[in-house]
DNA sequence: CTAGTGATCCGCT
DNA sequence: GCGGATCACTAGA
């Protein structure tokens, strides 16, 4: 069978944000030595009525129409953070909402964090990832490939990483764009995937 | 497993 | 004022 996406074997920030939320499944991130496999995005991107940056710039989204490579954070319902990676050029107005990391590096920080043992719920959504990984609003547009952020690529030799997408979850607008992107049969997910919609070979 | 609800803030209309 | 890229908790199938 075709796969429906193509899969990147290196990540360019300044590729469309389904492009980069795809690649970025399988990749480590950590902040100041805490976090781990990333195993679920979404895309956003300036042109779709669920994204932030669809009204144009305004203060909040401001680091979404920055330079790409950069982290855009942004408060949840008045309690949460949630951490995003901007994509396209500069002034576009596209990124990557991290939604779930399988838990690997500074696992006893993330637990006191989150005053939780259950390692499968410690980053199993948005707002969770941002409270393990200590991110906040300080954080908003700082650059990705500077401390204390650390993103790399699967260790060399590793599995190939399974990709499967189906809608976002969360929003009400363009509900039915598939951007929502996953690593198949990972317990770490935020919310299971509807079957049938693998994108990439493993 | 799914569905409903309260918490709690701020950007925007 | 409104409502949201959420979470934790409860109740019921």
Redesign the pocket.
Known sequence: MSHALHRPSKLDFNAPSEVVANALIGMTLTVDGVGGRIVET?A?DRDDP????F?GP????AA?FGPPGRV?V???????W?L?FVCREEGHGA???I?AIEPTDGLERMRHR?G?DDLR?LC??????A?ALGVDARFNGHALDAPPFVLRDAAHGGAAVVVEAGP??????AADVPWRFGEKGSRFL???FRAGAVLSPG
Do not use: D
């Not at 976002?168 to 607008?173: H, Q, S």
């Open positions: 979404e956003y669920a994204s932030h940056s009204g305004t203060l909040r989204n979404m855009y942004y408060r949840s319902y008045g309690i949460h949630c995003n990124g990557v909402l939604r989150r939780l719920l199993a959504g948005p707002g969770r990832v409270q976002r979850i969360g929003i009400t607008k935020s919310k299971p």
